[in-house]
């Protein structure tokens, strides 16, 4: 089993910067793939930023050029960078990592931005 912890959210003004941190636990050695996702209530939840074993990354292009997404090479530690943000990227952003049996979640970081 995989456990995962998300930490690192909370209220920033336009322009400022958060880091979140996805902490790893468990069967790590089973992850291949880990993002980060984000939800507005009512709509489904969408990719962010990802990255993969061999440490090819994936950014939605709202986020291009403002976030960047770095692991520990073991999984232990997934981060998000989170430079110049925005109103709009408010939303409660999700770590998930991809397993051989499907998706797993973190319980959710609150990320809010004020103009």
């Known amino acids: 089993q995989v456990q995962l912890a998300e930490s690192g959210g909370g209220l920033v003004q336009a322009g400022g910067s958060l880091t979140l941190s996805c902490a790893t636990s468990g069967n790590t050695g089973s992850i291949k793939a880990m993002g980060w996702y984000r939800q507005v209530p009512g709509t489904e939840r969408e990719l962010v930023a990802g990255?993969?074993?061999?440490?090819?990354?994936k950014y939605a292009d709202s986020v291009k050029d403002r976030f960047t997404i770095s692991r520990h090479r073991t999984w232990n530690t997934m981060t998000l960078q989170m430079n110049d943000l925005k109103p709009e990227d408010t939303d409660i952003y999700y770590c998930?990592?991809?397993?051989?049996?499907?998706?797993?979640w973190g319980q959710g970081t609150q990320v809010t931005v004020s103009s």
């Open positions: 990255i993969i074993s061999n440490g090819l990354t």
């Open positions: 998930g990592a991809n397993l051989p049996w499907g998706l797993k």
